[in-house]
Nanobody
Framework: QLQLVESGGGLVQPGGSLTLSCEAT????????VTWFRQAPGKEREGVSC????????NYADSVEDRFTISRDDAKNTVYLQMNSLKPEDTAVYFC????????????????WGQGTQVTASS
């Protein structure tokens, strides 16, 4: 079965850290760009960070620049999102998605999606 599986979400106090994982099963991520999206209640899904295949071009949304770090380990078929200095406004369901080679902001252009993992930053 071809799928992406996210893990690592949870409840953390503001200022805390979490690391999300996105593991591909049934296919290899080597040739895929992977984007982390998030969706808060009542809001549209937004792109958080993306890492392309091969050359590893990386993009971040302005709201998470300098706080979040995306990385990939192709040997483990996994992409990570290290989230530091979490804020209440980071609270959302986080999804990973994969498409061939290059990053894109268009959610409809992605071939595979995970089921999402909840991240809550609250005291």
């Amino acid at each position: 079965q071809l799928q992406l599986v996210e893990s690592g979400g949870g409840l953390v106090q503001p200022g805390g850290s979490l690391t999300l994982s996105c593991e591909a099963t049934g296919f290899t991520l080597d040739y895929y760009a992977v984007t982390w999206f998030r969706q808060a209640p009542g809001k549209e899904r937004e792109g958080v960070s993306c890492i392309s295949s091969t050359r590893g071009v990386i993009n971040y949304a302005d709201s998470v620049e300098d706080r979040f770090t995306i990385s990939r380990d192709d040997a483990k078929n996994t992409v990570y999102l290290q989230m530091n200095s979490l804020k209440p406004e980071d609270t959302a369901v986080y999804f990973c998605a994969a498409r061939i080679h290059y990053c894109s902001a268009r959610t409809g252009s992605y071939d595979y999606w995970g089921q999402g993992t909840q991240v809550t930053a609250s005291s």
